[in-house]
């Protein structure tokens, strides 16, 4: 029961997160949709901050979850980055795709010092690190610049994406990626 | 995205590069430029990167990047004006929340590397000066061979779905399909490029005419006499020049057409 009404608090302070935005959402608005009182959130969570560390959390779980139930990792030489790159271009197409977390939390949070902040720039990290390691099992010469170079072109993806929906720009971004990592391996 | 309301950035753009390619790249140098002003980045508000406000300066930076790909003679300008332009507003936003890395530096080079790709024309720059001979010298037998033959009409640009549109394996019935498919198959990878074409000069002359009966989709005199020649040449090409083909092209750099023009 505890469990279950802590991930109602969450489940309601994400989506709102999402939408309206970190700043723009106050722990009353919060409380008010989960239906909840003040004391009860606070129960579960110590600050709004926790909250929003534990909303990240929640976004690069599933993002992670998203992508590695959807590329093989029986692939070899440069099929499973196109397939991981391809992973995150269908995640970014989704009609629920709200933006990165982490790269909507690092906007609102500029300040390099801010707990909220650093922890969005892990895990934009992550997932970098991730596109580099696949591309390092890949053969490519340079993988922190190609994974560098693809982080730029997914993140461009998904704010034309949050544009207009339906633009192309996914599929002209996959197509580039793929472009990108052909001639990385040359 | 305020930078694309500004004419100054499009009219810098078109100061720095002196090609349509060079200005393509030239977007990213000035784009960094602009962000390492003193003072600009303070005054620019990451929140406007992400702004959905921001939807109308992007199609502007995308219409003129769209007329520099069209100068610049991209294969599809739509999509190449497009990939630029997301890894330009990426960058811009990776470069304004990590000012300290040089992250338009590494956006340019990808840049570089679509430019041309989407701007390489068609010939294949792994095409040897030996596949080029001998490629001309097939198309000197094929031009030798329309001469003095009937042909039958086929289209100029003769590739394998259109053989079998205008000449279905069943027009030859009598020859093996499997022995015509093969043939086919080579002459397309031929066509492509990826593998050396024979010197029908050096072959027997049934293997020859047998050859040039599939690919100009002719009616064999004597059917099982082709079904050989065909079967004898299939085996040489194998044994002999098979292992220099390459392999087909997956990164979409290089395309090379061989078109026969029309004799008459």
Request: net charge negative; aromatic share 6%; hydrophobic share 45%.
């Given at each position: 029961m505890a469990t279950a009404?802590?991930?109602?608090?969450?489940?309601?302070?994400?989506?709102?997160?999402?939408?309206?935005?970190?700043?723009?959402?106050?722990?009353?608005?919060?409380?008010?949709?989960?239906?909840?009182a003040k004391?009860?959130?606070?129960?579960?969570?110590?600050?709004?901050?926790?909250?929003?560390?534990?909303?990240?959390?929640?976004?690069?779980?599933?993002?992670?979850?998203?992508?590695?139930?959807?590329?093989?990792?029986?692939?070899?030489?440069?099929?499973?980055?196109?397939?991981?790159?391809?992973?995150?271009?269908?995640w970014i197409s989704d009609s629920e795709f709200k933006g990165f977390a982490f790269i909507n939390a690092s906007i609102e949070f500029?300040?390099?010092?801010?707990?909220?902040?650093?922890?969005?720039?892990?895990?934009?990290?992550?997932?970098?690190?991730t596109i580099a390691g696949s591309a390092k099992q890949s053969g490519v010469k340079k993988p922190d610049i190609l994974a560098l170079q693809l982080s730029l072109l997914i993140e461009g993806a998904a704010m034309a994406e949050q544009m207009q929906r339906g633009s192309g720009a996914i599929e002209h971004a996959r197509e580039a990626a793929n472009t990108l990592i052909n001639a990385a391996i040359v | 995205m305020e930078l694309f309301e500004s004419s100054w950035f499009f009219s810098m753009v078109e100061k720095r590069g002196s090609t349509p390619k060079q200005r393509l790249l030239a977007v990213f140098t000035i784009a960094a430029e602009w962000?390492?002003?003193?003072?600009?980045?303070?005054?620019?508000?990451?929140?406007?990167?992400?702004?959905?406000?921001?939807?109308?300066?992007?199609?502007?930076?995308?219409?003129?990047?769209?007329r520099l790909s069209v100068s610049a003679k991209a294969r599809n300008p739509a999509m190449l004006s497009n990939q630029l332009a997301l890894l330009l507003i990426g960058a811009i936003a990776e470069q304004l929340r990590?000012?300290?890395?040089?992250?338009?530096?590494?956006?340019?080079?990808?840049?570089?590397?679509?430019?041309?790709s989407a701007c390489t024309r068609t010939f294949n720059i792994r095409f040897g000066y030996g596949?080029?001979?001998?490629?001309?010298?097939?198309?000197?037998?094929?031009?030798?061979?329309?001469?003095?033959?009937?042909?039958?009409?086929?289209?100029?640009?003769?590739?394998?779905?259109?053989?079998?549109?205008?000449?279905?394996?069943a027009a030859v019935r009598q020859v093996n399909p499997d022995e015509v498919e093969a043939v086919l198959a080579l002459h397309e990878q031929i066509l492509r490029g990826e593998c050396n074409a024979p010197h029908l000069a050096m072959l027997p002359p049934d293997q020859t005419t047998a050859y040039m009966n599939v690919i100009e989709s002719r009616q064999p005199d004597d059917p099982a006499a082709d079904e050989a020649s065909l079967r004898a040449f299939m085996a040489w090409y194998n044994s002999i020049h098979a292992i220099e083909c390459y392999p087909p092209h997956t990164n979409d750099h290089i395309n090379t057409v061989?078109?026969?023009?029309?004799?008459?």
């Open positions: 009404m802590r991930d109602h608090i969450l489940n309601v302070a994400s989506e709102l997160f999402a939408t309206r935005g970190i700043n723009a959402t106050g722990v009353d608005t919060i409380v008010s949709s989960a239906g909840i004391m009860t959130l606070y129960k579960y969570f110590k600050s709004k901050e926790q909250l929003i560390v534990e909303y990240l959390q929640q976004h690069d779980d599933l993002l992670r979850k998203g992508l590695f139930d959807k590329v093989g990792t029986e692939k070899s030489g440069t099929a499973q980055l196109k397939e991981l790159v391809g992973a995150v271009m269908e500029p300040q390099s010092e801010n707990p909220v902040h650093r922890v969005s720039l892990e895990f934009a990290q992550a997932l970098r690190s | 962000i390492a002003a003193p003072g600009l980045r303070e005054k620019f508000s990451l929140e406007t990167v992400n702004d959905t406000s921001s939807s109308q300066q992007f199609q502007h930076l995308t219409a003129f990047l769209n990590h000012p300290e890395m040089q992250v338009l530096e590494e956006a340019a080079d990808a840049a570089q590397v679509l430019v041309s596949t080029g001979l001998a490629a001309s010298v097939l198309a000197v037998f094929i031009g030798w061979h329309l001469l003095t033959q009937p042909v039958m009409p086929v289209a100029a640009a003769p590739q394998v779905a259109i053989y079998h549109n205008i000449m279905p394996v061989w078109v026969r023009k029309k004799v008459g």
